[in-house]
Nanobody, 113 residues
Framework: QVQLVESGGGLVQAGGSLRLSCAAS????????MGWYRQAPGKQRELVASISSGGSTNYADSVKGRSTISRDNAKNMVYLQMNSLKPEDTGVYYC???????WGQGTQVTVSS
């Protein structure tokens, strides 16, 4: 059974930082592309960042330069470090595996102005 469990969300002031974590189980983690999506209130879900099995990364323009996605294949973990947070970063952040084949339950990030 595949499980993706996110943690690390919370309430933070604008300009602050958060590190989201995702623990994966039930998959051969090291071969999967992993990603983070977010869904803001009233908006469609969007890709924030992804990392390939080889470590190549890509980012949404809205977070480029402020966020870093990383993975630890030994621990089956993927992380999203977010800095200089803005109110528009508010939303539910979801961890995904395999380009959206598997999803976590999400973790809420709220950035206050």
């Amino acid at each position: 059974q595949v499980q993706l469990v996110e943690s690390g969300g919370g309430l933070v002031q604008a300009g602050g930082s958060l590190r989201l974590s995702c623990a994966a189980s039930g998959i051969m983690f090291r071969i999967y592309r992993m990603g983070w999506y977010r869904q803001a209130p009233g908006k469609q879900r969007e890709l924030v960042a992804s990392i390939s099995s080889g470590g190549s990364t890509n980012y949404a323009d809205s977070v480029k330069g402020r966020s870093t996605i990383s993975r630890d294949n030994a621990k089956n973990m993927v992380y999203l470090q977010m800095n200089s947070l803005k109110p528009e970063d508010t939303g539910v952040y979801y961890c995904t595996a395999g380009g959206g084949n598997y999803w976590g339950q999400g973790t809420q990030v709220t950035v206050s102005s």
